[in-house]
């Protein structure tokens, strides 16, 4: 297969060293190996969420990790904010219908992000609310919305507050316990840089008081039987974990705290700041608002007379580098590029050194390596 440089919000380009991990030989999934394994990953896990509270890992893509947190705390008819400002709010609002929820939609345009008082008004005009469900980092818009401040709004209510970071944790900063997060899930395969399928989730007192008084209809992602199996010595999951992807999740988050969670989390936020910069120096626009937007990715508007196919074709046949398209009704009308995981400034100058000749193929006109000379100026400036 020829080498494909993933420019793509997920899954990233995994390092050697995790994709060395899976090679390491099966180990029994019920014996003291992987169970010490299991549980120093999941230490690791809750690190990165920084947060007191137990983590557990799931053999399933992030999804799983959202229905996992929606179907262990809903009943018939509960009532549930949902913030939905993109692709993946819409995707927790429609597990809360699957499950017999009562949707409460708070509404955000594409491209911005949520205002803590329409959330706050929300609970007010509603009575017994049982959770709000937020996306920190909306990768289908690449807007990131302020958790910690709606988090500020729901402790003052009796609701659950359920955050997805699949697309921001260990690329943007997640404080689980200090923003006052009940239920934390994230994903493997995009700033933690393991392959994709796995799913972390983390779950704080009081939403364990609201999961211990459900009976859930859910058997494969039953929280409680997570907690019963991960408190065993050694700890184990229910059924049979994806034990090569145990392995590459241990040696990623391994990574992620031998960089030091800040710097990582630094050098994604001057990652975006320069991809910005690159994009606004070709002349493109960016799609979401400013004082919104990802620090794990960047979506640009396409530019006037040029396909999708055009432009994204370009970019995957003749220089092998993969960048994504816009979802949903944004579909044709936005190209996204992430920049997450092991990403830095040498993938970005040829992202952009491609984008410019690709770019120059359809007639646009600018100084040749102006792209790449305002990624330079960022990366210089945060030396």
Request: charged fraction near 25%; proline fraction near 4%.
């Amino acid at each position: 297969m020829e080498d494909t440089l993933l420019m793509i919000p997920g899954p990233t380009t995994v390092p050697k060293r995790v994709l060395d991990a899976m090679a390491q030989p099966i180990t029994n999934h019920r014996g003291p190996v992987y169970g010490e394994i299991l549980d120093e990953t999941t230490a690791m896990m809750s690190e990165v969420f920084q947060t007191d509270n137990k983590s557990y890992l799931l053999t399933g893509s992030g999804t799983s990790a959202m229905e996992a947190a929606i179907a262990n705390i809903i009943e018939k008819n509960d009532k549930v904010i949902n913030v939905v400002g993109g692709k993946f709010g819409q995707r927790l609002q429609q597990l809360t219908e699957v499950f017999g929820g009562e949707s409460i939609e708070v509404t955000v345009p594409w491209g911005q992000a949520v205002n803590p008082e329409d959330v706050k008004n929300a609970l007010e005009e509603n009575d017994d609310v049982k959770a709000v469900t937020m996306i920190h980092n909306e990768s289908s818009t690449a807007v990131v919305n302020p958790i910690e401040e709606v988090g500020k709004v729901v402790k003052d209510y009796e609701a659950l507050f359920v955050v997805d970071t699949v697309s921001s944790l260990a690329g943007d900063t997640v404080k689980v316990d200090d923003y006052g997060l009940d239920i934390c899930l994230s994903g493997s395969q995009k700033c933690i840089a393991a392959p994709p399928g796995m799913s972390a989730i983390t779950i704080g007192d009081d939403a364990w008081n609201v999961i211990d008084k459900v009976d859930s209809p859910t058997y494969y992602l039953d929280l409680k039987k997570m907690r019963k199996m991960g408190d065993k010595q050694p700890p184990q999951t229910p059924y049979t974990p994806n034990v090569s992807l145990t392995y590459a999740m241990n040696e990623a988050l391994s990574m992620v705290l031998e960089e030091g969670l800040d710097n990582r989390i630094n050098r994604h936020h001057v990652g975006a700041e320069a991809t910005r910069k690159a994009a606004e120096a070709l002349g493109l626009s960016l799609f979401a608002r400013e004082g919104d937007r990802s620090n794990t990715l960047t979506a640009i508007n396409m530019p006037e007379g040029v396909s999708d196919g055009d432009l994204r074709g370009t970019m995957r046949n003749k220089y092998n580098i993969e960048i994504a398209g816009g979802q949903d009704h944004l579909s044709g009308n936005v190209f996204r590029i992430g920049h997450m995981g092991i990403t830095g400034l040498q993938e970005l100058a040829m992202t952009f050194t491609c984008l410019e000749m690709t770019l120059k193929e359809f007639g646009f006109e600018f100084d040749a390596g102006a792209g790449v000379a305002a990624l330079q100026d960022v990366y210089m400036k945060n030396q």
